[in-house]
């Protein structure tokens, strides 16, 4: 099925388009690991949201979710893995499935990771960011898995699965070793351990792995007023796109990203 807009994001940004495409009676598919595991449902009551003082993060995430299902909004738990515009239209992998769309908002947002050592020379030439998807290269071999994915147990036992020998590691300040390909990683406490793949199972994909091309600004994704990133059918709304990270900003530049995303497919 072809969605007239997918949204990658679960927080009030990407809910809020959600809601609002729907509202537009558009279809809409919400990509996103499970909502209610975002950071800001672990605030407490909030005195600065317009019209609602004194809602904690969990409850707003939760009305929001809500109000979207009501309205028909579809939900695909997943990681997206990579954008890729495409004519008229937009693909986006999930993990080991791929949905299109006729555009896309990234509301994804702050990436906290920062890119490891090796991780962008080695890319494709052994680090993977998902083992249902790469594993198959593996079988047999031994490698490094590291992240805080949602699914990381689930990825590491299907690795175990196709006969991968696997050691765990822990992301920071770990370094991935290699020339023409990975042959290991260094731990922060300085041990070697030798290896042919590494899969980092982060949470989210950085923007700039996320969609090829993508123009960053200081770390966030470069928007201009119609919330569009240069790239065509590809929108960004929310802390995704730079200062002031807040709330009141997601929800509005959420709204603002679904109708100009809706306006140019008329």
């Known amino acids: 099925m072809k969605y007239d807009l997918l949204v990658v994001g679960g927080g009030p940004a990407g809910l809020t388009a959600a809601i609002h495409a729907r509202a537009r009676d558009k279809s809409v598919l919400v990509i996103s690991n499970k909502p209610t595991a975002s950071p800001l449902c672990k605030a407490p009551p909030m005195a600065n949201y317009p019209g609602l003082p004194g809602v904690t993060g969990l409850e707003l995430v ?7 299902r009501d309205m028909g909004a579809e939900f695909k738990t997943g990681r997206a893995l990579s954008v890729m515009p495409m004519g008229s239209s937009v693909m986006v992998s ?23 050592r090796g991780e962008a020379e080695l890319l ?3 680090v993977s960011y998902c083992a249902t998807c790469d594993g198959m ?15 990381f147990a689930e990825e590491v036992e299907f690795l175990r699965s196709i006969g991968c020998q696997v050691t765990e590691a822990r992301l920071p300040g770990m370094e991935i070793l290699g020339t023409d390909r990975v042959s290991g ?6 041990e ?9 199972l982060r949470s989210s994909i950085a923007p700039a792995r996320l969609a090829p091309g993508l123009e960053l600004e200081d770390g966030y994704i470069k928007a201009d007023g119609r919330m569009s990133t240069g790239l065509p059918g590809v929108f960004a709304a929310g802390d995704c ?6 709330l009141a900003k997601a929800v ?13 497919m008329a």
């Open 62 to 68: 939760e009305r929001l979710l809500a109000q979207a």
């Open 94 to 116: 999930v993990e080991n499935d791929a949905v299109e769309g006729r555009a896309v908002i990234l509301a994804l947002g702050v990436s906290r990771a920062a890119p490891l």
């Open 252 to 264: 509005g530049q959420g709204q603002a990203a679904a109708h100009f995303a809706i306006e140019g």
């Open 124 to 126: 494709g030439r052994g």
């Open 192 to 200: 070697e351990i030798p290896c042919d793949g590494v899969f980092l």
């Open 241 to 246: 796109t730079g200062q002031p990270l807040q």
């Open 137 to 151: 290269f593996y079988r047999n071999k031994s490698v490094v898995c590291a992240g805080d994915a949602p699914n």
């Open 185 to 190: 990683v260094r731990t922060a406490a300085g």
